[in-house]
């Protein structure tokens, strides 16, 4: 059994939800309650560029609770450690949706209805389906993730792409 702290308290390791360009995300228990605790890693990513990434965190999911979208709550945040405990949504990602043939036309609705809320604000996110969880039909941007608006990366001209079986998607399957 693996046990990482948070600002000196343990927290039991269940497995490894996903690996991104900003860290690890694991799920975690104290014993009562389940939640996501991020490690943020220092790898070289060869297409984004980062900054202070704890802060980086911190920062974008106050902006992202700005724009009325929903998104797991953000609970704690060790800084020396660099990690950050979240709440755990639990569900499918668009990311298994779509590739078990199980994608639903209001998961698309909800999708451009959040695009629309962070443009409202300057924003993009990162629509890569895997930082999309569904619970009880709702929509989550579990990733807190956010930079300036620009078009080509919004929704309708970056993220789409990989919201179906398109070549793009099964080009990252087959890769991944």
């Not at 389940?34 to 490690?39: G, N, P």
């Not at 202070?52 to 106050?62: F, L, Q, R, V």
């Amino acid at each position: 059994m693996e046990v990482m702290k948070v600002n000196g308290k343990d927290y039991e390791i269940i497995k490894l939800l996903g690996h991104g360009k900003g860290g690890y995300s694991y799920l975690a228990t104290d014993g009562e309650k389940q939640f996501v605790l991020k490690q943020i890693h220092h790898e070289p990513c060869d297409y984004y560029q980062f900054g202070n990434k704890i802060e980086a965190e911190k920062t974008d999911y106050n902006r992202l609770c700005q724009t009325g979208i929903l998104l797991p709550e953000m609970y704690e945040v060790d800084d020396k450690e660099e990690r950050i405990l979240k709440e755990y949504i639990d569900g499918p990602t668009i990311y298994n949706l779509v590739l078990n043939d199980q994608m639903k036309e209001e998961y698309l609705q909800q999708i451009r209805e959040i695009s629309q809320q962070v443009q409202k604000k300057g924003l993009n996110i990162d629509y890569f389906p895997t930082n999309f969880v569904v619970q009880k039909g709702k929509l989550y941007y579990i990733d807190y993730e956010c930079n300036e608006y620009m078009e080509e990366w919004n929704f309708e001209n970056w993220g789409i792409k990989y919201w179906s079986k398109t070549k793009e998607f099964l080009d990252y399957v087959e890769k991944h």
